[in-house]
C-alpha cells in the first residue's frame, strides 16, 4: 500500500483585509511536516495555488523552498507539484533542475507529459497524471472560435478529458495511478475566496470527465474540502489549509490522506488542521455593549472576526479604536441600521423559485453568461440532499 498526502491551495503571501497571515502558514508547514512524518507518507501531492499573486513576497518564496526541503527529507519523500491559476507557471517551475535532486517534480503548464517515481521502500512505481491549471492561454487555444458558448463549454471539457486521456494511456493496473489537476468540476461547493469567473463559465468541468483508469484524482480550486460526485473514481478536493473569507466561517481545514494498492480504489481519511486562525462571525443584535460582554468573556481571542453591528448610530471612530485595541483579531465592523433590516425583510419574503435565484445569481457571477440546464440540475440535486440531511 502507497500513502500519499494530499493538499492544494496554500495562497501563500495572502493577507485578510491587511491582516499578515504568514505566521499561520509557518504554523500550517510546521503542521504538515509532522503530519506527513506521523502517517509514514510515501509522497505528497500539491495542487496548485501554492501562491496567492504571480509576484509573491520573498518570505513567501522563503517559506515554500523551506517547506520543500522539510517534506521531501532529501528525497527520501518524493512530492509532485502542478501551478495554479494563482501561481506563475514559468516562476514555479523555474526551480525544477535544482528540485530533481530532492525528487521534487514541479509542473508549470499544460503538457500530456505523465510522472513516474518509483516508491522504493513499497517496491513500486506511482504514476501520476498532473494537468496544471488548464486554462484557455494555458492550453494555446482560442476556444472563442468555436462561437456559441455551449460550444466553448464542450470544447473545453472535451479537451481536459483528452488529456487526462493521453497522460494516463501507459498506466499499469500493476501500479499505483493517480491524476491531479486544478480546475472547478461541476457541483463543488465554492466560497467567496475563489474568483467568481472560474467557478462556472468557460472553465467548469464535468465530473465525468475525470479519467476513468486512475484510483484517485487529486485537486484543488476549492477551498472547502469536499469528494466530487458521480466522478467514475475517487476525486477529491483537499481544500484550502487557512480560511480566506468570512463565508468559510464554521468549516473546518484539513489535508487529506490517501491510501491505494495497484488495481484497488484509494481509500481517504481527513486530519484536520489547526494550526489557522478561525474566520468567524459576530451578530450583534443588542449593540456595542454585547460586544464588550463578549470581550470581556474572551470570546474568540484567537481569532479573526466579522462584527455585524445592530445599531441606531454610527459608532464613533473612537468607540472602533477601543475595540481593536482590545482584540486585534477584529477584521470588520459593519453597521445596521434599523432601515437596512427593514429593506432585508421585504427582499427576503419575494416568492423567487430558487432555480432563478441560482440563474440570476450565475448571471451576475459570470457577466451575464446563462448556466447550462445540466448546472441547474446539479445545483437543484445539491439543495435537496441537503434539506434531506437537514431533515434526518
Known amino acids: 500500500m502507497v500513502r500519499l498526502l494530499h493538499t492544494a491551495d496554500w495562497h501563500l503571501g495572502r493577507t485578510l483585509e491587511g491582516r499578515d497571515r504568514l505566521p499561520e502558514h509557518e504554523a ?7 503530519i506527513a512524518r506521523d502517517e509514514d507518507v510515501d509522497a505528497v501531492l500539491i495542487a496548485g495555488d501554492i501562491y496567492d499573486s504571480v ?3 520573498a518570505a513567501s518564496e522563503a517559506l515554500f523552498y523551506e517547506s520543500l526541503a522539510r517534506l ?4 527520501k519523500r518524493p512530492i509532485v507539484i502542478i501551478s495554479g491559476n494563482h501561481d506563475h507557471p514559468d516562476r514555479l517551475a523555474a526551480a525544477q533542475k535544482l528540485a530533481e535532486a530532492q525528487e521534487i517534480t514541479i509542473v508549470g503548464t499544460p503538457s500530456l507529459t505523465p510522472v513516474r517515481i518509483p516508491i522504493r521502500a513499497k517496491d513500486t512505481v506511482l504514476n501520476v497524471a498532473p494537468l496544471a491549471y488548464p486554462s484557455e ?9 468555436q462561437g456559441e458558448e455551449e460550444l466553448i463549454l464542450e470544447a473545453y471539457d472535451e479537451r481536459v478529458r483528452r488529456m487526462f486521456q493521453q497522460m494516463s494511456a501507459s498506466f499499469s493496473e500493476k501500479e499505483v495511478n493517480v491524476a491531479m489537476s486544478h480546475l472547478f468540476v461541476a457541483g463543488g461547493k465554492a466560497t467567496e475566496s475563489e474568483r467568481p469567473i472560474e467557478v462556472g463559465g468557460t472553465y467548469t468541468v464535468r465530473a465525468t470527465s475525470m479519467p476513468e483508469n486512475v484510483q484517485y484524482v487529486a485537486l484543488g480550486h476549492l477551498h472547502r474540502p469536499q469528494e466530487v460526485k458521480h466522478a467514475p473514481t475517487p476525486t477529491r478536493y483537499s481544500g484550502s489549509p487557512l480560511a480566506f473569507s468570512f463565508s468559510e466561517a464554521g468549516y473546518s481545514k484539513s489535508v487529506t ?16 488542521l489547526s494550526s489557522g486562525f478561525p474566520l468567524v462571525r459576530w451578530k450583534a443584535t443588542d449593540g456595542l455593549p454585547q460586544i464588550h460582554q463578549w470581550m470581556d468573556e474572551g470570546r474568540d481571542k484567537q481569532a479573526w472576526i466579522d462584527i455585524e453591528l445592530h445599531t441606531d448610530h454610527s459608532p464613533s471612530m473612537e ?23 427593514t429593506r432585508e425583510k ?13 440563474r440570476q445569481f450565475y448571471s451576475r457571477q459570470t457577466g451575464g453568461s446563462k448556466p447550462e440546464d445540466e448546472l441547474v440540475d446539479l445545483f437543484l440535486d445539491i439543495v435537496n440532499e441537503t434539506e434531506t440531511e437537514e431533515g434526518d
Open 257 to 272: 490522506i490517501v491510501d491505494v494498492e495497484p488495481g484497488k480504489p484509494a481509500e481517504t481519511k481527513d486530519i484536520p
Open 137 to 145: 492561454s494555458r492550453l494555446n487555444e482560442c476556444l472563442s472560435d
Open 55 to 57: 509576484n509573491p513576497p
Open 319 to 341: 468607540d472602533i479604536h477601543q475595540l481593536r485595541k482590545a482584540y486585534p483579531g477584529i477584521v470588520t465592523i459593519r453597521p445596521v441600521f434599523p432601515e437596512d433590516e
Open 28 to 34: 500550517f508547514i510546521d503542521e504538515l511536516v509532522t
Open 72 to 75: 521531501s527529507e532529501g528525497g
Open 346 to 358: 421585504v427582499v427576503s419574503s419575494r416568492d423567487v423559485p430558487i432555480d432563478e435565484l441560482f
